[in-house]
């Protein structure tokens, strides 16, 4: 999954799509994602129609309507075209985006039928202080509040440590892994073994073409969350890979 972030016009968006169309020969086994601003979603819809590669937001509110000026809610995203919603980001998180609120988008997204990707991640300070699975779990924890076994499948859980994101610095192939296992123990101890089975967990955090394999290859991690890399066409490589 791509995260564009604020990057890309809905021109660049169309330009990028025609490209990626091109590169995407092998990636038939594998979902594959593009998150981007909410003005390039018509653009990108259309850009890769009839192609196995579905759009999603970066964002939603948990409204369904109503006076919330500059929010988009989840029916509206679902008839623009969009799959996934990327909920709980860290960037958001740090403008002030509590659990409690990502509680309430997730319900939101699912019962709009979209499939969220959910972030959580500690800071440095957090992995120093030796408190990352504590952390994590909280987070959990409180954002899968009120979900059934059955909806937590449709959630894709992203492992974002702060510490790397847009940083350069990857976590380690083992330190990654190590936190994904933890993070489908807790979903084991919440829903039980066949939702954290079923569960997909994404790494993200400076993964790009080079060091993709060694993540990838991890047996909790299911696939990425890439924000630097997913803007230049070598996001094509790092589906192939
Ligand atoms: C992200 O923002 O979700 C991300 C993983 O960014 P980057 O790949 O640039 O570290």
């Known amino acids: 999954a791509a995260n564009w972030k604020m990057n890309k016009t809905p021109t660049e968006t169309k330009t990028f799509g025609a490209e990626l169309r091109r590169i995407l020969p092998k990636g038939r086994w594998c979902e594959i994602v593009l998150c981007m601003p909410a003005i390039c979603i018509p653009a990108g819809v259309k850009a890769l129609r009839d192609t196995r590669v579905s759009i999603g937001a970066e964002n939603m509110y948990y409204e369904t309507y109503g006076a919330y000026t500059g929010e988009i809610s989840a029916p509206m995203l679902v008839d623009a075209g969009v799959k996934y ?12 985006e509590t659990d409690g609120d990502i509680n309430k988008k997730l319900i939101a997204a699912l019962e709009a ?7 959580v991640g500690e800071s440095l300070e957090q992995r120093k202080s030796g408190i990352t699975f504590e952390h994590i779990t909280m987070q959990l924890k409180q954002d899968f509040q009120n979900i059934p076994p059955e ?4 959630i894709v859980v992203a492992y974002e440590p702060i510490w790397a994101i847009g940083t350069g610095k990857t976590a380690s192939a083992e330190q990654a892994q190590e936190v994904c296992e933890g993070i489908r123990a807790v979903i084991r101890k919440i829903y039980g073994a066949r939702p954290a089975r079923a569960v997909s967990i994404l790494y993200g955090g400076s993964m790009n073409a080079k060091n993709c394999a060694g993540l990838l290859a991890q047996p909790d991690i299911d696939g990425g969350l890439i924000g630097g890399a997913s803007l230049k066409p070598d996001f094509g490589q790092i589906v192939n890979a």
């Open 113 to 119: 039928g979209l499939t969220p990707i959910l972030c």
């Open 151 to 154: 909806q937590l499948r449709r």
């Open 85 to 96: 919603v990327i909920l709980g980001h860290s960037e958001r998180r740090a403008m002030g």
